[in-house]
């Protein structure tokens, strides 16, 4: 899972499985009985008294082991934030709506006018190691960010905001000349000054700024190039949460024990065990009750849901999946997405056509029992009046997507249609490996674009691996044409960080003059209004159904089990603030 940055705050969602921490509303959008079934599911566990002590077995469900890269700057994938969410916190927590309050281990304070916020961490929040969380702390992780030896993707346009951030991205300084230390490097606070204020700065995982700190006397002497491969974030990592890491198996188990500086006080349980288990075999481990937290792969739902000794709770998380094609190449000099206007997925028609050749819904009704839900736009429904509630998206349709082949001069010439110029035309697609109805899934999206003269080819003849799958986005390999991929989103809906020109994470590498505006003005001081913040969103998503470089696909429920010995387990946002939920919290019943 590429980018998981869920709650931090930016990431693509394994097609194998949701993230253990995604948090969200619940939704009702489909009735059948799997989607009753979940519904009546509350998004907490009944609470109980709690005793101090006992082992927690979590599952972490991947199906290949995870890289175990621990430093939040420079992660990369959701399996990672998942494998070290009991140790590592973020700096603020937030409310059921993510407006960011004073609750978590560091303040935030706005100052439109003078164009600055104040960053401070509590006294008291110290590392695992002992030491308090500096100013210099708060400060380094920005170094980390916008080094360019790190080749950190959350270097964007909205944090190159920063007053001299971009001048040390480039070299130009040693030093970040818009952070500044009120009371020196190894007091609390640091301000940040910015070029221009954004709508979403009072809520989480608006990007403008960084949401974490980075050990500076730990991580100092490490060249920023040498970061993810030192012992510092592999093998040893620091964390100011609850939990401190006591042994990692490599790609395969962290093992947590009590932060005894943790600034909340003695967390409740005595161990956290967080192991790898294939999404294949997730039934069978809930059944056998081998672990007391693991979320339900949705296609297993009905060989679980009776199981005794759960408790199972549910939600809609801010996650969705989607079909990108591929029509340019990231520019690393320029520093942008450029797009290649010969690519032959550089035609709207085309595109359209292969969207409405994908029967989403009876997809989702047959392997998830509705518990995946087809989606109209790219802002899910979370983002209550942000999402467009009459955008219709693409439904179903063989007749129209060959209608629009036919008219845009893509003739069939035996059973394949050709290019336009009368060369033939080959399209690779690539889809992640995963659980055991990935195969049958994208084996029956291949026959939909067969069906309307689409030489659709699986990439390699076979699923791709994780790890080689974002590999090759991230790298534009030449052979791949389209691809499904799935996005955990921010809590603050900006598009900046996802499908701007200078996003990384823009994997389409598609820039339009068009979308540029209208990113822009999601962002523009006239969107402190939040009405007319509103108006630009619905006609940015209207803008991206018709142009189809992303198409929206489906989203779904994410469900887990949980032991009915615990307590205080909770998906509710307010609760996912530190890494969801609130680990320290959690503890079994007496």
Same mark, same amino acid.
């Given at each position: 899972?590429?980018?998981?940055?869920?709650?931090?705050?930016? =990431?693509?969602?394994? *097609?194998?499985?949701l993230a253990?921490?995604?948090?969200?509303?619940?939704?009702?959008?489909?009735?059948?009985?799997?989607?009753?079934?979940? !519904?009546?599911?509350?998004?907490?566990?009944?609470?109980?008294?709690?005793? /101090? =002590? +006992?082992?927690?077995?979590?599952?972490?469900?991947?199906?290949?082991?995870?890289?175990?890269?621990?430093?939040?700057?420079?992660?990369?994938?959701t399996?990672?934030?998942?494998?070290s969410?009991? #140790?590592?916190?973020?700096?603020?927590?937030?409310?059921?709506?993510?407006?960011?309050?004073?609750?978590?281990?560091?303040?935030?304070?706005?100052?439109?006018?003078?164009?600055?916020?104040?960053?401070t961490?509590?006294?008291?929040?110290?590392?695992?190691?002992?030491? &308090?969380v500096?100013?210099?702390?708060?400060?380094?992780?920005?170094?980390i960010?916008?080094?360019?030896?790190?080749?950190?993707?959350?270097?964007?346009?909205?944090?190159?905001?920063i007053?001299? *951030?971009?001048?040390?991205?480039?070299?130009?300084?040693?030093?970040?000349?818009?952070?500044?230390y009120?009371?020196?490097?190894?007091?609390?606070?640091?301000?940040i000054?910015?070029?221009?204020?954004?709508?979403? @700065?009072?809520?989480? =995982?608006?990007?403008?700024?960084?949401?974490?700190?980075?050990?500076?006397?730990?991580?100092?002497?490490?060249?920023?190039?040498?970061?993810?491969?030192?012992?510092?974030?592999?093998?040893?990592?620091?964390?100011?949460?609850?939990?401190?890491?006591?042994?990692?198996?490599?790609?395969?188990?962290?093992?947590?024990?009590?932060?005894?500086?943790?600034?909340?006080?003695?967390?409740?349980l005595?161990?956290?065990?967080?192991?790898v288990?294939?999404t294949?075999?997730?039934?069978?481990?809930?059944?056998?009750?081998?672990?007391?937290?693991?979320?339900?792969?949705?296609?297993?739902?009905? &060989?679980?849901?009776?199981?005794k000794?759960?408790?199972?709770?549910?939600?809609?998380?801010?996650?969705?999946?989607?079909?990108?094609?591929?029509? +340019?190449?990231?520019?690393?000099?320029?520093?942008?997405?450029?797009?290649?206007?010969?690519?032959? $997925?550089?035609?709207?028609?085309?595109?359209?056509? @292969?969207?409405?050749? $994908?029967?989403?819904?009876?997809?989702?009704?047959?392997?998830t &029992?509705?518990?995946?839900?087809?989606?109209?736009?790219?802002?899910?429904?979370?983002?209550?009046?942000?999402?467009?509630?009459?955008?219709?998206?693409?439904?179903? !349709?063989?007749?129209?997507?060959?209608?629009?082949?036919?008219?845009?001069?893509?003739?069939?010439?035996?059973?394949?249609?050709?290019?336009?110029?009368?060369k033939?035309?080959?399209?690779?697609?690539?889809?992640?490996?995963?659980?055991?109805? /990935?195969?049958?899934?994208?084996?029956?999206?291949?026959? &939909?674009?067969?069906?309307?003269?689409?030489d659709?080819?699986?990439? +390699?003849?076979?699923?791709?691996?994780?790890?080689?799958?974002?590999?090759?986005?991230?790298?534009?390999?030449?052979d791949?044409?389209a691809?499904?991929? #799935?996005?955990?989103?921010?809590?603050?809906p900006?598009q900046?960080?996802?499908?701007?020109e200078?996003s990384l994470?823009?994997?389409?590498?598609?820039?339009?003059?068009e979308?540029?505006?209208l990113i822009?003005? $999601?962002?523009?001081?006239?969107?402190?209004?939040?009405?007319?913040?509103?108006?630009?969103?619905?006609?940015? /998503?209207?803008? @991206?159904?018709?142009?189809?470089?992303?198409?929206? *696909?489906?989203?779904?429920?994410?469900?887990?089990?949980?032991?009915?010995?615990?307590?205080?387990?909770?998906?509710?946002?307010? $609760?996912?603030?530190?890494?969801?939920?609130?680990?320290?919290?959690?503890?079994?019943?007496?």
């Amino acid at each position: 899972m590429k980018k998981g940055k869920f709650v931090k705050y930016l =990431g693509i969602v394994s *097609l194998a499985a949701l993230a253990l921490t995604a948090c969200g509303k619940s939704n009702n959008n489909a009735n059948n009985s799997a989607t009753q079934d979940v !519904n009546k599911l509350k998004t907490t566990v009944p609470a109980k008294p709690v005793k /101090q =002590g +006992g082992t927690l077995k979590v599952a972490l469900e991947t199906d290949t082991p995870f890289q175990g890269i621990f430093l939040d700057e420079i992660s990369e994938n959701t399996v990672d934030y998942l494998a070290s969410q009991f #140790g590592d916190e973020t700096l603020f927590y937030y409310d059921n709506h993510y407006k960011i309050n004073d609750k978590g281990p560091a303040t935030l304070k706005v100052n439109r006018n003078a164009k600055t916020i104040t960053v401070t961490a509590k006294k008291g929040v110290k590392w695992s190691d002992g030491k &308090q969380v500096t100013a210099k702390d708060l400060e380094y992780s920005y170094e980390i960010i916008a080094n360019k030896k790190t080749n950190c993707d959350r270097y964007t346009d909205q944090m190159a905001n920063i007053v001299g *951030l971009k001048a040390y991205h480039d070299g130009k300084a040693k030093t970040i000349s818009g952070i500044t230390y009120p009371d020196g490097e190894n007091g609390r606070s640091i301000v940040i000054h910015f070029q221009r204020m954004y709508p979403g @700065m009072y809520n989480a =995982g608006s990007n403008c700024y960084s949401e974490t700190a980075a050990p500076y006397h730990y991580l100092k002497n490490i060249p920023f190039d040498k970061l993810q491969s030192s012992d510092q974030v592999r093998k040893e990592p620091l964390f100011f949460g609850p939990y401190k890491v006591q042994k990692i198996v490599r790609g395969q188990s962290v093992t947590w024990v009590p932060n005894k500086y943790y600034w909340r006080g003695k967390p409740k349980l005595d161990k956290i065990l967080t192991s790898v288990v294939s999404t294949n075999s997730a039934s069978e481990a809930i059944k056998s009750h081998k672990f007391d937290v693991i979320n339900v792969v949705n296609t297993q739902w009905n &060989q679980v849901k009776n199981t005794k000794g759960y408790n199972f709770v549910a939600q809609v998380p801010l996650v969705y999946y989607y079909l990108g094609f591929k029509v +340019g190449k990231w520019d690393s000099k320029q520093e942008k997405n450029v797009v290649d206007k010969n690519n032959i $997925m550089n035609s709207k028609p085309l595109r359209q056509a @292969m969207a409405y050749a $994908m029967n989403v819904d009876e997809v989702d009704k047959r392997y998830t &029992q509705g518990l995946k839900f087809r989606i109209p736009t790219l802002i899910p429904a979370g983002f209550g009046d942000y999402f467009d509630k009459n955008a219709k998206g693409y439904t179903f !349709n063989l007749k129209k997507a060959n209608e629009i082949l036919d008219k845009a001069g893509y003739q069939k010439k035996g059973k394949w249609r050709t290019q336009p110029n009368g060369k033939p035309l080959k399209i690779n697609f690539m889809a992640m490996s995963g659980n055991a109805t /990935q195969e049958p899934i994208i084996q029956n999206y291949l026959q &939909q674009w067969h069906k309307i003269g689409l030489d659709v080819r699986l990439l +390699g003849g076979r699923l791709t691996e994780q790890n080689s799958f974002y590999d090759k986005l991230n790298k534009d390999n030449p052979d791949v044409n389209a691809y499904i991929g #799935g996005f955990g989103l921010s809590t603050e809906p900006s598009q900046a960080n996802l499908y701007s020109e200078k996003s990384l994470s823009n994997y389409s590498r598609f820039a339009t003059p068009e979308n540029t505006r209208l990113i822009n003005e $999601m962002d523009a001081p006239a969107s402190f209004n939040h009405q007319h913040r509103v108006k630009v969103f619905h006609k940015w /998503q209207n803008y @991206m159904n018709d142009e189809a470089y992303i198409v929206p *696909l489906d989203s779904q429920y994410t469900i887990t089990a949980v032991n009915n010995k615990l307590t205080n387990y909770s998906v509710d946002p307010s $609760m996912c603030a530190n890494k969801h939920p609130i680990w320290y919290n959690i503890g079994f019943a007496k």
